[in-house]
């Protein structure tokens, strides 16, 4: 079993920042991409920000400049710092792992968290 535990939402003024954190625990032989993806009300999921075991992030356009991931693959964590939040940036924002397989388990396996609300106020 995996399990994901996310922290860090909450309710911040336009120009504020939040920083959220996901830590990974349970039967996980080799963590690959960690990442935060989003989701408003009445939209799709959406890529906010990945980052590769070799710690090379990608980042989604619209927080380019503002946001900043990263990880500490010993603790099995991802971070992701927002500054200069917009309204716009409102949403349940889930933390994602992607688990390699194993030579006896070979299929890689996608893991999500429950959510975080963020919510910025104009």
């Known amino acids: 079993q995996v399990q994901l535990v996310e922290s860090g939402g909450g309710l911040v003024q336009a120009g504020g920042s939040l920083r959220l954190s996901c830590a990974a625990s349970g039967s996980i032989f080799s963590l690959d991409t960690m990442g935060w993806y989003r989701q408003a009300p009445g939209n799709q999921r959406e890529l906010v920000a990945t980052?590769?075991?070799?710690?090379?992030?990608v980042y989604a356009d619209f927080v380019k400049g503002r946001f900043t991931i990263s990880r500490d693959s010993a603790k099995r964590t991802v971070l992701l710092q927002m500054t200069s939040l917009k309204p716009e940036d409102t949403a349940v924002y889930y933390c994602?792992?992607?688990?390699?397989?194993?030579?006896?388990?070979?299929?890689?396996?996608?893991?999500w968290g429950q959510g975080t609300q963020v919510t910025v106020s104009s």
């Open positions: 980052i590769t075991s070799e710690g090379n992030p």
């Open positions: 994602y792992i992607l688990v390699l397989g194993t030579p006896w388990a070979p299929k890689n396996v996608d893991y």
